[in-house]
């Protein structure tokens, strides 16, 4: 049984360029959410998506960073024009469908994003 | 004042000790509380979850809830040096807020 799955687990790029980050959620789960963590520094919602829907990206800076939960294949974090102070690791969690307010997330390894 | 507030600690314990992990909210909406476990390096990893008031328990956890008092605990008995990480409060309303996390150090 699959946990939650991101990659790549370690992403390098330059100022100025374009980061990717994958997401495939625990089976039977329909629900997403982005998080990052700076050093030293806790986790921090960025936003929330079901399948082909964002619920709420209120954590989400309002510049350069999109996402997306397409209604096949994973969910995708995008952040154009990276800068140094995106570094940081970021990681996606999974709940399956919400019953009330019980919403259990289990977090998949990480993607440290490294910018030069 | 945060809305998940944890003392980041260290918090230092001999092994076979109990630790105890506080966590306080300020959002008296806040339904469902979790404690997650994030060893260095690695992701955050669900240990306790607990939605009403009282004592909850599992192996070697408690986690315990005081709605009046916007508390939040996690108690671990006979602590292990690979009980040693970060762990996390984090209180749910419309999202899942989490506090900055304790260092927990177990010494053999």
């Known amino acids: 049984n699959a946990g939650v799955m991101q990659n790549p687990r370690h992403l390098v790029r330059r100022r100025g360029q374009e980061a990717r980050l994958r997401c495939s959620p625990m089976k039977g789960h329909s629900h997403v959410y982005w998080y990052r963590q700076l050093p030293e520094e806790g986790l921090k919602f960025m936003v929330y998506l079901q399948k082909e829907n964002i619920i709420d990206e209120s954590g989400m800076p309002k510049e350069r960073f999109s996402a997306e939960f397409p209604k096949e294949g994973p969910s995708i974090l995008r952040i154009q024009q990276v800068v140094r102070g995106d570094s940081a690791a970021y990681f996606c969690?999974?709940?399956?469908?919400?019953?009330?307010?019980?919403?259990?997330?289990?977090f998949g390894p990480g993607t440290r994003l490294t910018v030069l | 004042q945060k809305e998940v507030e944890q003392n980041s600690g260290p918090l230092s314990v001999p092994e076979g000790a109990i630790a105890s992990l506080n966590c306080t909210y300020s959002d008296r909406g806040s339904q469902s509380f979790f404690w997650y476990r994030q060893y260095s390096g690695k992701s955050p990893e669900l240990i306790m979850s607990i939605y009403s008031n009282g004592d909850k328990e599992d192996g070697r956890f408690t986690a315990q809830l005081n709605k009046a008092s916007q508390y939040v605990s996690l108690l671990i008995r006979d602590s292990q040096p690979s009980d040693s990480a970060t762990y996390l409060c984090a209180a749910i309303t419309n999202k899942l807020i989490f506090g900055t996390g304790t260092l927990l150090a177990v010494q053999p």
């Open positions: 969690a999974s709940s399956p469908p919400r019953t009330g307010n019980y919403n259990e997330q289990f």
